[in-house]
């Protein structure tokens, strides 16, 4: 079992930045990749960015640029710098640990982008 939690999330204006956590415990060992998948209003939920146990990210298109996924191994700790934010990235932001034996979530934060 992973347990994800989240943190990090809140109201910005746009342009502003936020940075999200997503804490990771329990059998950490099987976790091979970490991302951030967020779910605006009325819309599917979306990859934004994962990372492998390696280190190596994947950004959705529409993020490139903007933010930042990072690892902290020794605090199983994962990060998303999101920078110039605009309104359209206002979403329930999720934290999610891929193992072999499936895929585990946190229960999300949200990030409101509004002046």
């Known amino acids: 079992q992973v347990q994800l939690v989240e943190s990090g999330g809140g109201l910005v204006q746009p342009g502003g930045s936020l940075r999200l956590s997503c804490a990771a415990s329990?059998?950490?060992?099987?976790?091979?990749?970490m991302g951030w998948y967020r779910q605006a209003p009325g819309k599917q939920r979306e990859l934004v960015a994962t990372?492998?146990?390696?280190?190596?990210?994947n950004y959705a298109d529409s993020v490139k640029g903007q933010f930042t996924i990072s690892r902290d191994n020794a605090k199983n700790t994962v990060y998303l710098q999101m920078n110039s934010l605009k309104s359209e990235d206002t979403a329930v932001y999720c934290c999610?640990?891929?193992?072999?034996?499936?895929?585990?979530w946190g229960q999300g934060t949200q990030v409101t982008v509004s002046s």
């Open positions: 329990g059998t950490i060992f099987s976790i091979y990749a």
């Open positions: 999610n640990a891929r193992t072999p034996v499936g895929d585990y």
């Open positions: 990372i492998t146990s390696g280190g190596i990210a």
